[in-house]
């Protein structure tokens, strides 16, 4: 053997030799103690001594690579596990999700008496403060008004009279209790907490400020918690801080003196946190179970841009400034907040395999810095003038989440408590791929994009549906785009984006693919791209009940899609859209509303009938598009692809798989739900509400949650103004115009044209007073009735 190839030989050994070296492996049980040495044999007690001891070995050689394995039990933490840029490298992993739990929550040792009929109390700590009881690894429910009822939709049980005079008079002190209110047009949700009542006996309410687009809170969709009095059903408690006392109605399967109490006192579990110049690298968080955090719906938030979102900047596992890191293979429930964020800058996060369900905010999210964001604006309202705004391309600087990865999860019932929620949330981002995802079971969207900085989102084979279950106006996707050209004003808007076509781009700088999906929504749209947004590819999706929606933007290519029973609502396009819609099976005619132009390209689509067809052919589109049955091989079995012999191949439809959607993982996609088989229905059964002529101008009643979101009303209530005729009375001296939506009249609410011929009738004068909705926005007028 010669020289030179021992020599090469002895390098390799002593490099593998090395490596093998360079791995430290700790050990944590519930049967050590923290002066042991951390090795399996004599394992450490705690997980944080064990970051300790990290620590110190990181000092003493920094390329070593430490694993903590936490072997089989439940670790209750005192304090978030914090991870700086010195723990770099590091692995913390279970045995397996089933064995080892992390939890918020400290155990409790109660000494129940009885205190009547139902209700025991027990003394606690001075000082323990909690907002969640969890026995025998149940969570119970926080004494509330009305009581919880599952099936009971909004809060899960809601009354108009939560807080009423009366209600409140009935307590003996109504200071700490929370009131949860949906958005007066259910756009999310409101949580105040109640300081007190005033002298006319009405509540005294602090908080509010989870939702960007503000709103007196809803007249009936209402809860009330934390109340002693009312403390009247099974699994209801009330904690009484002033007098450290527990209060609890046990249902029948618990036994006060054997069971299990546990109370959530932290709000977070695992914080990795460096910086942009020193960033936290390759962490691996798997195989463990995390839960029983506190609730964050009262913690500071901050809006997303002009989004509907304001949101809490915290979560239980929480990375910013990261580089590399993973989380895998876990589970996450019983969680007060959000569950996952990646905030400001982290690259390369990978998400996967995990099983994310009844908790309290949002699954995983991926919010930049508004400082990465070139003149920012951050209510619907504001718009930076022209002469002052930034018109360099692309983000500001790298305080933002980017080429990250949410893959094979299941992800159900979020949004327990906040309704400003997702199961992915998508914010001031670059290249998020989110993949092989279940999504369902959810309050709002499935699947968010706040905004269009700065795009390049892949989102593809996910299973999204049983969303916007408590909300409305949104879809199982939903996104906005609400960007440096977008102006509250669609005029002005409009005459921006004619003098700067590719002004969009300033932010969506590249195209967001959707691509591969399976959606259902049954109470808004299956995908949903509301004000703005821009520079979307959408194709070879799935939706099987709402359609696609197409507000106001820019360049939008959807293509070889199936809508079944639904169809395109193109919602307020610009003349110079460049909208592309084409090779695609709809269900019914589109479902257009104030349009200025019908895009680009609307071409090859396959329409159920001739009359679906034709009203699109009236503005020289589809002109090569044909009817008829797509034939669908299977669908009683979620099987829309269509025979040899279909009349959609003809056209250019492509076939796309139909067993791909959703979570692959085995173990998740073996528990993971499917959407509910749609009913095949009759186009021709569509039915719209008529035009009605007054003073020569063309009226007809709001009829629909897509006008409601098209005009911005809080409710699908109404009478819109479809056409004006200049010389009519009710036109001139600025009075009523095209697009207004009647929504009173002398005082009085006009919910449809009934109402609003009743409401004129009476009217004894040649005036009228009314509010409308204009540009989305309220205003007061007065028009001549003669």
Known sequence: MNKPYIFLLLLLLVFSCNTKADIKQLYVSTEGKDINAGTKEQPLATIANAIKKATVLKAENKDVKIVINILPGDYRLTEAIKITPQLSGLTIKGTNAQEVHIKGSQLLVPNWEKYSDNIYVTSVDENLDFDQLVVNKQAQILARYPNYDESGHYWQGYAADAISKERLASWKKPEGAFFHALHKGR??????????????????????????????????????????????????????????????????????????????????????????????????????????????????????????????????????????????????????????????????????????????????????????????????????????????????????????LVVNNLIHRIGRTEKQTAGVQISMAMDINVRHNSIYDVPRAGINIGDGTWGGHILEFNDVFNTVLETSDHGSFNSWGRDRFWHPNRRKMDSITTAIPDMYTWDAIKTTIIRNNRFRCDHGWDIDLDDGSSNYHIYNNLMLNSGLKLREGFNRVAENNIMVNNSLHPHVWFANSEDVFKYNIVGDTYQDVGLLGWGKELDYNLFPTEESMMKSQIYDRDLNSA????????????????????????????????????????????????????????????KSSPVVAWLRNQLKSVESEQEQSAYGLNTAEGVIVLRIWKPSPAVKNNGIKKGDVILEANGQKVKNIQDFFKINSENKTDKLDLVIMRNQTEQEITINTK
Request: net charge negative; proline share 5%; aromatic share 12%.
């Open 627 to 686: 009817f008829g049955d797509p034939m669908f091989k299977d669908p009683k079995y979620l099987d829309f692809s269509v025979a040899e012999n279909s009349p959609a191949l003809k056209l250019g439809f492509k076939n796309f798989p139909m067993d791909q959607f959703g979570v692959q993982k085995a173990s998740l996609k073996k528990i993971a739900k499917t959407p509910e088989v749609p009913k095949l229905k009759d186009p021709s059964e569509s």
């Open 187 to 404: 756009w999310g949700g409101f949580h105040y907490e109640i300081t007190g009542v005033d002298e006319n006996g009405n509540a005294i309410l602090k908080g509010g400020h989870q939702n960007n687009r503000g709103s007196r809170y809803h007249d009936e969709y209402q809860m009330v918690e934390n109340v002693f009095e009312e403390l009247d059903s099974p699994r209801e408690w009330y904690l009484d801080k002033e007098n450290n006392k527990l209060y609890f109605w046990p249902s029948k399967n618990v036994n006060l003196e054997k069971d299990e109490f546990e109370v959530a006192i932290l709000k977070d579990l695992i914080q990795v946190e460096g910086t942009l110049e020193n960033p936290v690298k390759n962490i691996t968080i798997s195989n463990i179970t995390f839960e029983n955090t506190q609730r964050t719906f009262m913690e500071e938030f901050e809006p997303l841009l002009r989004s509907d979102w304001t949101i809490y900047r915290g979560a239980v596992a929480f990375f910013e400034g990261t580089e590399n890191c993973k989380v895998e293979n876990s589970v996450f429930t019983n969680l007060g907040g959000n569950v996952i964020m990646a905030s400001k800058y982290n690259k390369n996060l990978i998400v996967e395999g995990n099983h994310i369900y009844n908790c309290g905010a949002s699954a995983v999210s991926f919010v930049g810095d508004p400082s990465a964001v070139r003149s920012p604006s951050f209510n619907y309202g504001q718009f930076v003038d022209l002469k002052d705004m930034d018109s360099i391309r692309g983000p500001k600087n790298e305080l933002y989440p980017r080429e990250c």
